[in-house]
C-alpha cells in the first residue's frame, strides 16, 4: 500500500470550509486575546505577510499521518516505507502545484530564505547577478558571495521601468553566465511584478531568472512553464503550511553540476577511502543531491496538503475575493486624509493582499502597538526586511515623534524610519478588515485610549497609564 492510498495519508476534507466566511479555515479563527483593558476580544490576524496561519486541512492531514511517522529513504520497515512514498509524492504534488516542465527538479529546503542561498551556492563563478534594490533581503542579499558579482537596479517606478531597466543592464554586460532574482509579489506594497516580461528580455540576453515566489504562490497561481522562469523559490509558512519547510524548483544542469549545498548522509551516492588515506564521493544527482540529513517529511507533506487545498479551492475565485477585498482596504485607507499607501507603481497598481501605510503624526510602531493592545489587531511594523525599498518608499522623512520609536535600527543621521503593513488571505473574514479599518479612524480621530513606552525594543501599553 503507497502513502498517498494510506489512510493516514489520505487528503482530509474536514476543515476545508471555514464558519467566519473565509474560503478555507484556519487554526486560530476563534483565539481570543486579552486587550490592555483586560477584556477579551477575538484576534484579527493581519500578518499573512510574514507567516500565515496554518491550514485546518493541513493539520487535519498533518495529525492523520503523524502515527505513522517514519524515517525517510533510510529503512526497510513499513512506517519508513510509507513516509518515503509520502516525501516523493509530496515532492510530485509541489511539480504538479508549480506546473513544472519536464526535467525540472523539486528540491525540499527550509524557507525561501534557505533556497535563495541554496541557490547562490549553485550559481556558477564569474556569474553577475542582477536584482533591483527593492527585493525582500533573502533575495538581495544572498549572491554577496566569492566568485559572483552583483549588480544592484534602482527602484523602478512602473513595469516598464522596471523592464527598460534589466534591459540595459544586461545590454551593459553581454558575457558570461547572468542571473536575475526578482520577486512576484512585493512583501511591502504587494504589488505584482512583470515577471514574465522581465523573463523573456533575461532569456533574450542569455540570462536566467530565479522568481522569488514567497508572497505570489499563497495569493495567484504560478505557472513556472508559463512564467518561463529558470528556478522558483518559496515558503510554506506563507503558503498556510507550517513546520518549517521550502522549495527551490527548477532547472537541474547548475544544480547537478555543483557540490551539494550540505555535505552528508543522502546527498552521496558512495563514499569510499582510498589507499592514501583519503575519503572520495559521488554524489546523488537530482533532489537528494541537495537534501543531505534526515528530511523534513512533516514540513514537505504540509506543503504538498497546502497545495492540494489552494488548488481544489479555485485560485480564480480565490483571487476575485481577494481583489475585493483589496478594493475595500485601499477605499476605506483613501478617506483617510493622514493615511498615505505605499505603492512603487501607483495606486491603481495590481496587487496581493499585501498594503503598507504610514499616518501622519504617528510613529508607526507606536499605531500598530495600539491596533494590538486596543483593539486585538495583529500587523507588522518597521521596515520588512526590506529596508532599501522602505527607505525608497518614505522619501528619506523621518517618522513622527512618538513615546516609543521603530523596533529597525535607523542609520545615522534618521531618528526613525518604519511602515505598518496588513496582510491577509484566504482565511481571513471580510470583518477583520472591517475592525481593521474602523480602529485606524478610531485612532486617528481620537488617538490612543492609553499610553506606551519602549521595552525590549518594541512599543508596548503601559497598563498603569489610561489616559484621561
Request: charged share 20%; proline share 5%.
Amino acid at each position: 500500500m503507497s502513502a498517498h492510498q494510506s489512510p493516514a495519508a489520505a487528503p482530509s476534507t474536514a476543515g476545508t470550509l471555514s464558519d467566519d466566511g473565509a474560503p478555507l479555515a484556519v487554526l486560530g479563527h476563534d483565539v481570543q486575546v486579552p486587550l490592555v483593558s483586560g477584556e477579551k476580544v477575538g484576534y484579527a490576524a493581519l500578518d499573512y505577510a510574514a507567516s500565515a496561519p496554518a491550514l485546518q486541512r493541513v493539520w487535519d492531514d498533518v495529525a492523520a499521518y503523524a502515527p505513522y511517522y517514519g524515517s525517510v529513504h533510510r529503512g526497510a520497515g513499513y512506517l519508513s516505507q510509507l513516509s518515503t512514498d509520502l516525501f516523493e509524492q509530496s515532492r510530485r504534488t509541489v511539480a504538479d502545484f508549480l506546473d513544472l516542465r519536464e526535467g525540472d527538479q523539486a528540491v525540499f529546503t527550509r524557507s525561501t530564505t534557505d533556497s535563495l542561498n541554496l541557490l547562490a551556492g549553485v550559481v556558477p563563478a564569474g556569474t553577475r547577478v542582477f536584482a533591483f534594490e527593492t527585493e525582500h533581503h533573502a533575495s538581495l542579499l544572498p549572491w554577496r558571495r566569492h566568485g559572483l558579482t552583483v549588480g544592484y537596479l534602482r527602484a523602478p517606478r512602473s513595469c516598464a521601468e522596471a523592464v527598460a531597466a534589466l534591459e540595459a543592464a544586461l545590454a551593459a554586460h553581454p558575457e558570461g553566465p547572468r542571473l536575475l532574482c526578482v520577486t512576484g509579489a512585493s512583501n511591502v506594497t504587494g504589488e505584482l511584478w512583470p515577471v514574465a516580461e522581465l523573463t523573456e528580455v533575461a532569456h533574450r540576453h542569455g540570462a536566467r531568472v530565479v522568481l522569488d515566489a514567497a508572497q505570489l504562490a499563497p495569493h495567484h497561481r504560478v505557472s513556472v512553464r508559463e512564467l518561463d522562469v529558470d528556478w522558483i523559490a518559496f515558503s510554506g509558512h506563507k503558503l498556510y503550511a507550517p513546520f518549517g519547510a521550502g522549495v527551490l524548483a527548477g532547472r537541474g544542469d547548475w544544480l547537478d553540476a555543483a557540490e551539494p549545498y550540505l555535505a552528508g548522509g543522502g546527498a552521496s551516492r558512495t563514499v569510499a577511502r582510498e589507499a592514501d588515506g583519503s575519503v572520495v564521493v559521488e554524489w546523488h544527482r537530482g533532489p537528494a543531491r541537495h537534501e543531505a540529513g534526515s528530511p523534513n517529511v512533516i514540513g514537505a507533506y504540509a506543503i504538498a496538503s497546502a497545495c492540494r487545498a489552494l488548488t481544489e479551492a479555485g485560485f480564480d475565485a480565490l483571487e476575485a475575493r481577494e481583489q475585493r477585498l483589496v478594493e475595500r482596504l485601499k477605499a476605506g485607507l483613501a478617506e483617510i486624509p493622514e493615511v498615505r499607501v505605499l505603492s512603487l507603481f501607483g495606486a491603481d497598481s495590481a496587487r496581493v493582499g499585501v498594503l503598507s501605510f504610514v499616518v501622519r503624526g504617528w510613529n508607526s510602531s507606536h499605531f500598530a502597538a495600539a491596533l494590538s493592545a486596543e483593539y486585538g489587531i495583529g500587523v507588522r511594523d518597521g521596515l520588512f526586511c526590506a529596508h532599501p525599498l522602505v527607505r525608497t518608499l518614505l522619501g528619506g522623512e523621518d517618522a513622527a515623534p512618538s513615546e516609543c520609536g521603530a523596533p529597525e535600527p535607523s542609520l545615522p543621521g534618521e531618528r526613525s524610519l518604519n511602515a505598518i503593513r496588513v496582510s491577509f488571505g484566504a482565511g481571513t473574514p471580510d470583518e477583520h478588515l472591517d475592525r481593521f479599518l474602523a480602529a485606524v479612524r478610531e485612532l486617528v480621530t481620537d488617538g490612543a485610549r492609553w499610553t506606551y513606552r519602549s521595552e525590549g525594543g518594541r512599543c508596548v501599553a503601559d497598563t498603569r497609564r489610561e489616559r484621561a
